[in-house]
T-cell receptor
Framework: DAKTTQPTSMDCAEGRAANLPCNHS???????VYWYRQIHSQGPQYIIH???NNETNEMASLIITEDRKSSTLILPHATLRDTAVYYC??????????????FGTGTLLAVQP | NAGVTQTPKFRVLKTGQSMTLLCAQD?????MYWYRQDPGMGLRLIHY???????AKGEVPDGYNVSRLKKQNFLLGLESAAPSQTSVYFC??????????????FGPGTRLTVT
């Protein structure tokens, strides 16, 4: 699985958009980009995933560059409850039947009032 | 649906004691996983199961055993606890689909301290 690089921490003002970057320069053509988050003391929560097209759901938007070497997770209107560690993970669709996720250390997003 | 539940939520063990952590899911998922998370680190996979009666080793399996006798349950056992096993343990489950959705659903975690 490809390695990802994320900033250690970021701040965002409440009500503003939070843009979390992720570099995955060695991503393969069959690998998807997944985002999870972990609110303090809770289990990780799935947010969104994509291959090459931009994706949006009720939680966030995912923008993947045309060369697929980087992506940005966007929380359109951050709230205090969005304070969490955000993990960017790349995973092959057909990498075997295990569905293993390789978690790095992620980005700690602190939403400020 | 309760989703993924874990029992117990907290536990303190003495070195050498044994215990079993229970994970249960009510989503009829085929795949189940056990992770551990140490302070300031991401999750690391201990063992996983792709179906009832099957188990496999993950990244850090030493010192742990698992069993999947029923599809909805995945047990993690520590036969002789060591202080290095002090951690937060998360269970997760997922289902197989022939498309790109491989999201895993996580339980709330079990905080284990070994003294």
């Amino acid at each position: 699985d490809a390695k990802t690089t994320q900033p250690t921490s970021m701040d965002c003002a409440e009500g503003r958009a939070a843009n979390l970057p992720c570099n995955h320069s060695t991503i393969s053509g069959n690998e998807y980009v997944y985002w999870y988050r972990q609110i303090h003391s809770q289990g990780p929560q799935y947010i969104i995933h994509g291959l090459k097209n931009n994706e949006t759901n009720e939680m966030a938007s995912l923008i993947i560059t045309e060369d697929r070497k980087s992506s940005t997770l966007i929380l359109p209107h951050a709230t205090l409850r969005d304070t969490a560690v955000y993990y960017c993970i790349v995973r092959a669709l057909y990498g075997g039947a295990t569905n293993k996720l390789i978690f790095g250390t992620g980005t700690l997003l602190a939403v400020q009032p | 649906n309760a989703g993924v539940t874990q029992t117990p939520k907290f536990r303190v063990l003495k070195t050498g004691q044994s215990m079993t952590l229970l994970c249960a899911q009510d989503m009829n998922h085929e795949y189940m996983y056990w992770y551990r998370q140490d302070p300031g680190m991401g999750l690391r996979l201990i063992h996983y199961s792709v179906g009832e009666g099957t188990t496999a080793k993950g990244e850090v399996p030493d010192g742990y055993n698992v069993s999947r006798l029923k599809k909805q349950n995945f047990l993690l056992g520590l036969e002789s606890a060591a202080p290095s096993q002090t951690s937060v343990y998360f269970c997760a489950s997922s289902y197989w689909r022939g498309n790109s959705s491989y999201e895993q659903y996580f339980g709330p975690g079990t905080r284990l301290t070994v003294t």
